[in-house]
């Protein structure tokens, strides 16, 4: 064989090996971005349902299924949808607590009154808790804090422009939106506010109120009066 036809045939052979790997390549980038859209898709899933389980959101966030630079994407937006998914889920926590329904029911206002202590210490601890945690999450809602997660791990344009496309309902949320969350928050504290309003009325006024079964009894009808106003600020809220 002559010389130039052993080097066109090497050369033909690298060439082959070269579309090949490049094929390959091409097909593995399709198929890791392809797994991370699914990993999104099924975190959607598990968080659309009001019940939805936390513990299967955490191992689904904490599982890393691509590799290389997907795998720098996968766990930025997975971080980030972990630490949004946790304060939203500490919250619906907060706002589902019994104890913030029972304060007002006589069975509370003869164990805990006249001075109601732990009815206090709670509403003063709920309060401070809530407040934390919808400065926590409006945070999450802002595209710096967003984008932080990502500009952590890598400074790869392609990289970015990914993980903004996984998490773009949250990187575009609406003003509107933002307004809806907070206002929905703040309609809780105000309710926590007038509980404690009805607390220290309750305490300025002990030894002129008693519990008789499920009904709470005063010494006046002004007392009734500024009672039933407390309770109709709850009612409208």
Do not use: C, H
């Not at 304060?87 to 109601?116: H, W």
């Not at 401070?128 to 926590?136: F, G, H, Y």
Request: glycine share 4%; hydrophobic share 40%; proline share 0%.
């Amino acid at each position: 064989m002559k010389k130039g036809v052993k080097i066109a045939i090497f050369l033909g052979i690298i060439i082959f090996i070269i579309v090949i790997a490049g094929g390959y390549f091409f097909i593995n980038d399709k198929m890791q971005k392809a797994k991370i859209i699914e990993e999104f898709a099924q975190i959607e899933e598990l968080t659309k349902s009001e019940d939805f389980n936390m513990d299967a959101l955490n191992e689904k966030t904490s599982t890393i299924v691509t590799k290389g630079k997907y795998a720098t994407v996968e766990k930025a937006a997975k971080n980030y949808a972990s630490d949004l998914f946790n304060t939203a889920y500490n919250i619906r926590t907060l706002l589902e607590d019994e104890k913030m329904a029972q304060l007002l029911m006589a069975s509370n206002y003869e164990q805990d009154g006249p001075d109601f202590v732990e009815s206090k210490k709670y509403l003063n601890e709920t309060k401070q808790k809530l407040e934390e945690k919808k400065a926590e999450m409006l945070s999450y809602l802002e595209e710096s804090k967003i984008n932080s997660y990502i500009e952590t791990e890598t400074a790869d344009r392609y990289s970015t422009d990914l993980y903004k496309q996984l998490l773009r309902e949250d990187v575009e949320i609406s003003e509107k939106e933002r307004n809806e969350l907070e206002k929905s928050i703040e309609k809780v504290e105000s309710m926590l506010k007038i509980e404690e309003e009805i607390i220290d009325f309750l305490v300025e006024n002990k030894g002129q109120w008693k519990v008789q079964g499920e009904q709470i009894l005063f010494n006046s009808n002004s007392l009734v009066i500024t009672y039933n106003g407390f309770l109709t600020k709850l009612r409208i809220l």
